[in-house]
């Protein structure tokens, strides 16, 4: 998959994210095309800029990588052909950084492809604001709706006490990793967009 030529293209999401205090770290994956390149070009112009390897396949196994190697206490996930408006890690660090007893937030998706249709998953029933264990993670079963990681904003503690995403799924590890969270800590829902996906010939679910 050449998903190098999306680097550009999230590296300025992140960068013109109104919050920025941030580190900003890419993991490669066994990856065989220019992403490298791009990401050291990237490294000698901002000193924000960390590029990790991680030899396991798979996307648990590569985020896992990047929060263990970062440095802050609170961790989110940006996918590289996804945008994201820029109020994404604001929004959802203003309310992890008033509501103590929580450990995660999450707000919602929209999926955008290429012939113009959109769709975002039902939120109706999931409850906004404070969702206490085990709640949040029983409505992810019924209603068949969950937290993408590109959603989320949790702490490095929590995120590290669950162990993480499941590097032993080749997919669906992001919604063991949301119903892991949900089952032990509070989690908070902000019904508001903070992640854009975009459905295209390379996307993983494109077929």
Do not use: W
Request: charged share 25%; proline share 4%.
């Amino acid at each position: 998959m050449s998903r190098f030529k999306f680097i550009h293209n999230v590296y300025h999401n992140i960068i013109q994210q109104n919050y920025k205090n941030i580190e900003i770290i890419f993991v490669n994956n066994n990856s065989k095309d220019k992403s490298l390149e791009i990401i050291n070009n990237l490294k000698k112009t901002d000193d924000r800029v960390y590029l990790y390897n991680e030899s396991k396949q798979g996307a648990g196994a590569t985020r896992n990588k990047g929060v263990l190697k970062s440095k802050g206490d609170f961790v989110t996930f940006f996918d590289v052909d996804d945008t994201y408006p820029t109020y994404k890690i604001s929004s959802l660090f203003e309310i992890i950084d008033q509501e103590e007893s929580i450990e995660m937030v999450f707000g919602k998706i929209i999926a955008r492809y290429n012939d113009g249709r959109e769709y975002s998953p039902n939120y109706n029933n999931i409850t906004p604001g404070i969702n206490n264990p085990p709640k949040l993670a029983i409505d992810f079963l019924n209603f068949s709706v969950g937290a993408g990681p590109q959603t989320i904003l949790c702490t490095k503690e929590a995120f590290i006490s669950i162990n993480g995403f499941e590097d032993n799924m080749q997919i669906g590890e992001d919604i063991a990793f949301v119903f892991k969270m949900a089952t032990y800590y509070p989690i908070y829902f902000l019904p508001r967009v903070v992640a854009e996906y975009y459905r295209h010939s390379e996307s993983t679910l494109a077929k």
